[in-house]
């Protein structure tokens, strides 16, 4: 059993910059997959971005250039750094892990991640 606590949501102008943290228990964080996912009110729920045990890296195309994800295996925490953040950003945006490993666009999708945070909101101001 893996448990997510999502850290360091809040109120942000535009273009201004938030860092999420996501603490995960368990002796196994790094050989999870880890993810971001987010869901705006009225809105399906939509992948942000995923690093996984190996260090490979995948972006939304919406987020590219301005989202850096990473983690810390010793600290068994993930991170979200958002930088030039816009208003269509505003969601709450969900920590995920996943035991099985993945590849390509499987690593961008839901159902392939096993344990959920209970999230944490941005919001974005104009």
């Known amino acids: 059993q893996v448990q997510l606590v999502e850290s360091g949501g809040g109120l942000v102008q535009a273009g201004g910059s938030l860092r999420l943290s996501c603490a995960a228990s368990g002796r196994a964080f790094s050989h999870h997959n880890m993810g971001w996912f987010r869901q705006a009110p009225g809105k399906e729920q939509e992948f942000v971005a995923a690093?996984?045990?190996?260090?490979?890296?995948y972006y939304a195309d919406s987020v590219k250039g301005r989202f850096t994800i990473s983690r810390d295996n010793a600290k068994n925490t993930v991170y979200l750094q958002m930088n030039g953040l816009k208003p269509e950003d505003t969601a709450v945006y969900y920590c995920?892990?996943?035991?099985?490993?993945?590849?390509?666009?499987?690593?961008?999708?839901?159902?392939?991640?096993?344990?959920w945070g209970q999230g944490t909101q941005v919001t974005v101001s104009t």
């Open positions: 690093i996984k045990w190996s260090g490979a890296i």
């Open positions: 995920t892990a996943a035991v099985s490993d993945c590849s390509g666009s499987g690593c961008r999708q839901a159902l392939g991640y096993d344990y």
